[in-house]
């Protein structure tokens, strides 16, 4: 059964500060995605990373994927207080239909 | 161009009431995925389904829960007589399925309330 873990599942920062979120998951698959949530509101696509060494970015994130390793990563660069949200990463198992999530990691960033 | 609409977008519902979730894809999607959201948690796979089929239901409750997607018109959850535990945010989801690629485009959600 493919299990996706992140961390950290809560993560408060300072603005201008770096840092990284982790997403790890247990089987193999070709297919990551990274969303964003806002509270009470739905997700946001974010990246979709579709092969091993995949890199994307977008702004002051930046998603990358290790297939072999079975670890993305979403990384903030200088970040700012818009970023502040809860984000997801899900996974698409092999000849699966579903994506199956990631807890979540609360960001808050603090002026 | 529209995105994945989900109506109502709150629902309040005492025990053993019936509640409907209507979820209508974006135009040229054919894939519905159901989610449910638990507070403070992420997302649960409900249900696959294309046009008038069911193709994944591994992830729903064997009782009371019940997907459609019908020929014409909105894909349906219907949840037979609420119970406390199935208050959360349920988000619809639709894919265009491009060449196996499965990017899913989300809805803004219905969130259930069961007094």
């Known amino acids: 059964e493919l299990k996706v873990e992140q961390n950290p599942l809560f993560l408060s920062m300072q603005e201008g500060k770096n840092y990284t979120i982790y997403c790890n998951y247990s089987?193999?698959?070709?297919?990551l995605y990274w969303y964003r949530q806002d509270p009470g509101k739905s997700l946001e696509s974010l990246f979709v990373?579709?092969?091993?060494?995949a890199v994307k970015q977008e702004g002051r994130l930046m998603a990358s994927l290790d297939t072999k390793a079975r670890l993305s990563t979403l990384h903030i660069t200088a970040a700012v207080h818009d970023l502040s949200a809860t984000y997801f990463c899900?996974?698409?198992?092999?000849?699966?239909?579903?994506?199956?999530f990631g807890q979540g990691t609360r960001l808050t960033i603090n002026p | 161009n529209a995105g994945v609409m989900q109506n109502p977008r709150h629902l309040v519902r005492r025990r053993g009431q019936e509640a409907r979730l209507r979820c209508s894809p974006m135009?040229?999607?054919?894939?519905v995925y159901w989610y449910r959201q638990l507070p403070e948690e992420g997302l649960k796979f409900m249900v696959y389904?294309?046009?008038?089929?069911?193709?994944?239901e591994s992830g729903m409750p064997k009782e009371r829960f019940s997907a459609e997607f019908p020929k014409e018109g909105p894909s349906i959850l219907r949840i037979q007589q609420v119970v406390r535990g199935d208050s959360a945010a349920y988000f619809c989801?639709?894919?265009?399925?491009?060449?196996?690629?499965?990017?899913?485009?989300f809805g803004p959600g219905t969130r259930l309330t069961v007094l």
């Open positions: 089987t193999t698959s070709d297919r």
């Open positions: 989801a639709s894919s265009p399925r491009i060449g196996g690629y499965n990017e899913q485009f």
């Open positions: 899900a996974v698409e198992g092999q000849g699966a239909q579903k994506l199956v």
């Open positions: 990373l579709l092969s091993n060494g």
């Open positions: 389904l294309q046009k008038e089929n069911i193709i994944d």
């Open positions: 135009k040229g999607h054919s894939h």
